[in-house]
T-cell receptor, first 115, second 118 residues
Framework: EPEVTQTPSHQVTQMGQEVILRCVPI?????FYWYRQILGQKVEFLVS????????KSEIFDDQFSVERPDGSNFTLKIRSTKLEDSAMYFC?????????????FGEGSRLTVL | AQKITQTQPGMFVQEKEAVTLDCTYD???????LFWYKQPSSGEMIFLIY??????QNATEGRYSLNFQKARKSANLVISASQLGDSAMYFC???????????????FGSGTRLLVRP
């Protein structure tokens, strides 16, 4: 069964460092997303991406964040200068508009720890 | 205002019994979708069930059913015959503006942690 894959599964970084989280969405999906979940809390929307551009972003997704689809398969989230409060689980998701439900398929997440 | 409200931070259920997890939502859209996801302790998000706002019948998927009460804006998840493996966090989510939208994002509630007792 096709799945969304994310790397790394866990990254530890120093405050102020740049971090890139990588995702390979399901191959025939057209919509891509990043979500964040601070430990034990709700899953928060960061950004959605369609047709090679950001279609929507939340207030969390400030200038420190960027997304890119550098080739036909990868979808990356970059945090330019990490802060302590960026420590969270980051989920990549993809969806297809072709299905009736259009549910999001999530990766297993990348846990980011900022020290 | 919260778009999705889950008022039960934690729930217990005895194995083999049924349990209802509450979810209310707030939207002015006529067309929207409601979802439930399961998050076990391993962390992944697993899609369980979907209800469209125009669906006349309540959605069912195996032991999962969705009690959709549109006038009350509630979309409660019912798990029948609970199993130990059902112990997990459960999130209700909504997608607004389904038609012609270039972002099919979901907005999640705060979740309910379900513990199934043997």
């Amino acid at each position: 069964e096709p799945e969304v894959t994310q790397t790394p599964s866990h990254q530890v970084t120093q405050m102020g460092q740049e971090v890139i989280l990588r995702c390979v969405p399901i191959s025939n999906h057209l919509y891509f997303y990043w979500y964040r979940q601070i430990l034990g809390q709700k899953v928060e929307f960061l950004v959605s991406f369609y047709n090679n551009e950001i279609s929507e972003k939340s207030e969390i997704f400030d200038d420190q964040f960027s997304v890119e689809r550098p080739d036909g398969s990868n979808f990356t989230l970059k945090i330019r200068s990490t802060k302590l409060e960026d420590s969270a689980m980051y989920f990549c998701a993809s969806s297809s508009a072709a299905t009736r439900t259009g549910e999001l398929f999530f990766g297993e997440g990348s846990r980011l720890t900022v020290l | 205002a919260q778009k999705i409200t889950q008022t039960q931070p934690g729930m217990f259920v005895q194995e083999k019994e049924a349990v209802t997890l509450d979810c209310t939502y707030d939207t002015s859209d006529q067309s929207y979708g409601l979802f439930w996801y399961k998050q076990p302790s391993s962390g992944e998000m697993i899609f369980l069930i979907y209800q469209g706002s125009y669906d006349e019948q309540n959605a069912t998927e195996g032991r999962y059913s969705l009690n959709f009460q549109k006038a009350r804006k509630s979309a409660n998840l019912v798990i029948s015959a609970s199993q130990l493996g059902d112990s997990a966090m459960y999130f209700c989510a909504m997608r607004e503006g389904v038609n012609g939208d270039s972002s099919y994002k979901l907005i999640f509630g705060s979740g309910t942690r379900l513990l199934v007792r043997p």
